[in-house]
C-alpha cells in the first residue's frame, strides 16, 4: 500500500440522526442492540460486531429487517395498542413516586384528633387486631395528608403506623414524603428498611434508586433500577431508560478520569490497515521512492522510511511510520512535500485519537496544496464525524474544483449520503467512482451494500457475486458476501464464504492478515449451531493474530456473556475500553461493563433474581445479531 493511498478517517462516531450509516463504530452498533433488547442487555450483548475490510464499511448486520419495520406502517389497531401501552407504562412509572392518593381507602381516615394514640411505650399493650387496625388508620391519614402536601404530618402519621406494624408500604410512603421535601439521605433509609422487609418491593427500590442519584451515588442508583427492571420485567418504561441514563453517567465520569491519563496510541492493525485501503492505491510522491537515496536524518529521508514502513501492515511498522511522519515535519526543509507531510502526519494523529491536531495538519495541507484532494476528502470525513454536514459537503465541493476526474472523491462523497441514509445518491456516486476506475473492489462491495439497504436483494447479491468473479483472488470479496448471507440466514454457505477469505488471507498476507473473516465465522457458528466452544477457539485466534483488534475484543465479550460467564465477559469490555481512542468510545465501552458488573452485583445482592435473569436472556439470545 503506498502512502499516497492513505483514505480519510473512518466514520466510526458519527452524530447523525439516522442509524442507517455505512460504518458505526463498534459501540454505536451495540447501542443500537440494545436500545431495542433492552430486557437482556444485562445477559447478552447481542449484536453482529461485523467489520469489514476497508475501515469504512461495516456493513449492518440487520439491514433488510431495518427497513422492513420502516416501510410498514402500522395499523390503526397497531398504533392504538401501541398508545395504550404506552399510557399504561407512564401510569405505572407514576404510581411508582408517590403513595396511592387517587383512590378511596378501604379504612376511611378519621378526623386527626379521633386517630389512635400510640407510641414505642403503649404499643405492646395492644393486640394484634389493634395493632392492625391502628396501622390501617394511620396508613390512611398518612395518604391523605401526602395528598394535601402536608408532608411534615404524614410523616409523623406513617411512623406510628410503623411502630404497630412494621409494613414496607407504611416505610416507602414516608419515603416518598422525605422525597418530597429532598431529604434524601432519609429517603434512602426508609426505602433500606422497606426493601430489608420486601427484597422485591419495586417501588421501594425505584425511590432508593431517585434518592441514590441525588446524592451522586450513580452505582448504588444503577444497581437498584437495574433490579426493579429485572423484578418487572423490564416493563417500567421509565425506570429501563433510567437504567441506560445512570449507566451512561456512570460511564461517564469513569471515562473522563480515563481520559486524563490515557496515552495516545494507534488502534490495532487491524483496523489500520482497512483503514488505509479505503482510498486507491497511488504511488508515493516522485522522490519519495524507495529507490531514492535520501538520508534519514532529514525530513525527506523520514517521509521515505514512513512510506517504506506502511506495507509491512503490522502494529509495530504502523507505529514506526507514524513516529517517522512525526519527525518528518520536526526536522523540516520539506519543500514541495510539505502539504503530504501534513496529509500524513494527520492521518495518523486522527488515528490516535487527537482529532483537532488531526484537523490542523489537514488544514494546513489543504492550504499548502489545494491539488492534494486526499486532504480535502479527509478532512471532509472528521467534519462529518463532528456532525458538521455543511463543512464536509464543501470539502467535497473543494476536492472537486481540483478534480472532476477523480474517483475517490465520489467514493468518498457517497460514504457521506449512505451515512445519511440518502441511499439513492450514495448509489449513484459509488458507480460513478466505479465508471471511473473499475479496479478498486470497494466501490463494488458498497454499491452491493447499499443496494441491500435499498431493499434490492437481487440485485445486492447479483453485485456481490459479479465482484467475486472479477476479484477472486481478493479474500475481502468473499468476506462480505458471506455477511449477506450470513444475514439471510444462509450459514453453511456463509461460513464457506468466510473459510474462502481466511485462505486467500493466509496466502496473500500471511504475516499481517484481517482477522475480520474469522470473527465472523465466529459469529456464524455461534449462530447456526451455538457452538460457543468453536466460536470462542476461533476469537482467540483472532486475538493471537491481532491482539489489539476491538471487534475480536467485544465479539469474545458478547460470546461470553451469552453463555452466563459474566465475569470473563466485563474483562474482555474493559480491554475494549482500554482500546477505544476517543472518549466516546471510552464510554461506550464502559457502558457495556458497567452493565456486565452490575448484573454480578445484582445477583450477589439479590439471588432470587439470578434465574429470571438468565430466563431474559433465554427468551432473547437465539442470536447475535
Not at 391502628?134 to 402536608?150: E, F, P, T, V
Not at 507505529?319 to 502526519?345: I, T
Not at 481512542?581 to 439479590?606: D, F, P
Request: charged content about 30%; overall charge negative; aromatic content about 8%.
Amino acid at each position: 500500500m503506498s502512502a499516497q493511498g492513505l483514505p480519510p478517517q473512518p466514520f466510526r462516531s458519527v452524530n447523525v440522526e439516522s442509524s442507517a450509516i455505512s460504518s458505526p463504530s463498534l459501540w454505536e452498533r451495540v447501542s443500537n442492540w440494545a436500545s431495542e433488547h433492552r430486557a437482556v442487555v444485562y445477559t447478552i450483548a447481542g449484536v453482529a460486531v461485523v467489520v469489514t475490510g476497508a475501515g469504512i464499511v461495516y456493513y449492518y448486520r440487520d439491514a433488510t429487517r431495518d427497513q422492513a419495520s420502516t416501510e410498514r406502517r402500522a395499523s390503526k389497531k397497531e398504533r392504538r395498542k401501541a398508545k395504550k401501552e404506552k399510557e399504561a407504562a407512564e401510569k405505572r412509572a407514576a404510581e411508582s413516586e408517590e403513595p396511592s392518593t387517587n383512590k378511596r381507602a378501604k379504612v376511611e381516615s378519621e378526623p386527626t384528633e379521633e386517630l389512635p394514640e400510640v407510641d414505642e411505650s403503649t404499643v405492646d399493650s395492644l393486640t394484634d387486631q389493634d395493632r392492625k387496625d391502628y396501622a390501617a388508620k394511620l396508613k390512611a391519614a398518612g395518604n391523605k395528608a401526602y395528598g394535601d402536601k402536608w408532608y411534615n404530618e404524614a410523616i409523623e402519621l406513617y411512623g406510628k403506623a410503623i411502630i404497630c406494624k412494621p409494613d414496607p408500604i407504611f416505610y416507602s410512603n414516608r419515603a416518598a414524603c422525605y422525597n418530597a421535601l429532598g431529604q434524601w439521605e432519609k429517603v434512602v433509609e426508609d426505602t433500606t428498611a422497606a426493601i430489608n422487609l420486601d427484597n422485591e418491593y419495586v417501588k421501594a427500590l425505584n425511590r432508593r434508586a431517585n434518592a441514590y442519584e441525588h446524592l451522586e451515588m450513580y452505582s448504588e442508583a444503577l444497581l437498584d433500577y437495574t433490579a426493579s427492571c429485572i423484578i418487572d420485567s423490564f416493563r417500567n418504561e421509565a425506570s429501563a431508560q433510567s437504567v441506560e441514563r445512570l449507566l451512561k453517567k456512570v460511564a461517564e465520569a469513569k471515562a473522563k478520569t480515563i481520559m486524563e491519563t490515557k496515552q495516545k496510541r494507534l488502534p490495532g492493525a487491524t483496523f489500520i490497515t482497512n483503514y488505509l485501503q479505503s482510498f486507491r492505491a497511488k504511488p508515493p510522491p516522485a522522490g519519495l521512492e524507495e529507490s531514492a537515496q535520501l538520508d534519514e536524518q532529514t525530513g525527506k529521508g523520514q517521509l521515505q522510511a514512513g512510506i517504506v514502513a506502511l506495507d509491512s501492515k503490522t502494529s509495530e511498522a504502523y507505529e514506526k511510520a507514524a513516529a517517522c511522519f512525526d519527525k518528518a515535519l520536526e526536522l523540516d526543509e520539506l519543500g514541495e512535500y510539505e502539504a503530504f507531510a501534513h496529509n500524513m502526519r494527520g492521518t495518523f494523529r486522527f488515528l490516535r485519537g487527537e482529532a483537532q491536531e488531526a484537523l490542523d495538519d489537514l488544514s494546513r495541507s489543504t492550504s499548502l496544496d489545494p491539488s492534494l484532494t486526499q486532504s480535502f476528502i479527509k478532512r471532509a470525513s472528521m467534519h462529518l464525524e463532528l456532525a458538521d454536514r455543511d463543512a464536509a459537503s464543501g470539502d467535497f465541493e473543494h476536492a472537486l474544483e481540483q478534480s472532476k476526474e477523480d474517483p475517490d472523491i465520489y467514493y468518498h462523497r457517497a460514504q457521506l449520503h449512505f451515512i445519511l441514509g440518502e441511499y439513492t445518491e450514495a448509489a449513484k456516486d459509488y458507480q460513478k467512482s466505479i465508471d471511473l476506475d473499475k479496479d478498486f473492489i470497494f466501490s463494488h462491495i458498497q454499491l452491493g451494500v447499499t443496494q441491500y439497504k435499498m431493499g434490492s436483494i437481487a440485485s445486492s447479491m447479483a453485485t456481490f457475486r459479479r465482484t467475486i468473479r472479477n476479484f477472486e483472488k481478493v479474500p475481502d470479496a468473499y468476506n462480505y458476501y458471506g455477511e449477506l448471507l450470513l444475514d439471510q440466514q444462509n450459514y453453511k454457505d456463509a461460513i464457506e464464504n468466510f473459510d474462502k477469505s481466511i485462505e486467500l488471507e493466509k496466502q496473500t498476507k500471511p504475516s499481517a492478515m484481517n482477522v475480520l473473516p474469522i470473527v465472523n465465522k465466529a459469529l456464524a457458528l455461534f449462530q447456526w449451531k451455538q457452538d460457543s466452544t468453536e466460536a470462542e477457539k476461533l476469537c482467540q485466534k483472532a486475538l493471537i493474530i491481532d491482539p489489539d483488534c476491538d471487534v475480536a475484543v467485544v465479539t469474545m465479550a458478547q460470546l461470553l456473556l451469552q453463555q452466563g460467564k459474566v465475569t470473563d465477559a466485563m474483562k474482555y469490555f474493559e480491554r475494549a475500553a482500554e482500546l477505544s481512542r476517543t472518549e466516546a468510545e471510552v464510554v461506550n465501552a464502559l457502558s457495556y461493563s458497567e452493565a456486565t458488573r452490575t448484573q454480578i452485583e445484582v445477583q450477589q445482592k439479590y439471588p432470587q433474581l439470578a434465574s429470571r435473569l438468565q430466563g431474559m436472556g433465554a427468551m432473547g439470545g437465539a442470536g447475535m445479531r
